[in-house]
């Protein structure tokens, strides 16, 4: 800790080395990470950066500003769908980081209801399709089996 009881910053390695650590060491079950140091330490991390440095591939800050904006828009509720949104784009990302060797869980089915009532509305496909690609997901457009 800094004087006066400020901490001190904390850098994008140090939260990375420490998010993995939780999940190979300390994580029960594959999803959003839960553990509240790592989180205040994400947090702190967060509050330094610049949205566009922090954030480059996925617009958080942007979707945020515009969900809140629009007429008639519920900001809590936005909010909270932008919230499940990032902890599904998670989960894909610690499963794909977990499991890498399993051919099925790098497609992702368009038609299933989390891509489309979480991530759909939320970020918009263009978004999607540059997210999921940068993590290492196919896209799979199929309609469900018969």
């Known amino acids: ?3 006066g009881g400020r901490e001190d910053p904390v850098s994008r390695h140090e939260v990375f080395e420490d998010y993995v650590n ?4 300390q994580c029960p079950e594959v999803g ?13 991390y967060l509050q330094t950066g610049e949205p566009a440095e922090t ?4 617009p958080v800050h942007r979707t945020v500003l515009q969900g809140c904006a629009a007429p008639g828009s519920d900001c809590r509720k936005h909010l909270s ?3 499940k949104a990032a902890e599904l784009l998670e989960t894909l990302c610690v499963n794909l980081f977990l ?3 399993k051919k099925e869980i790098r497609t992702l ?3 299933t209801g989390p891509f489309v009532y979480h991530l759909l509305p939320v970020l918009g496909s263009s978004t999607i ?3 999921l690609a940068s993590i290492g997901y196919l896209p799979h457009t199929d309609t469900a089996p018969r």
């Open 1 to 3: 800790m800094k004087d």
């Open 22 to 25: 939780f999940f190979f060491q």
């Open 32 to 44: 959003p990470c839960r553990d509240p140091p790592l989180l205040r330490r994400a947090a702190r």
């Open 55 to 58: 954030f480059p591939l996925l």
């Open 81 to 83: 769908a932008v919230s």
């Open 99 to 101: 499991q890498p060797w």
């Open 109 to 111: 089915k368009t038609y």
């Open 129 to 131: 399709q540059s997210v």
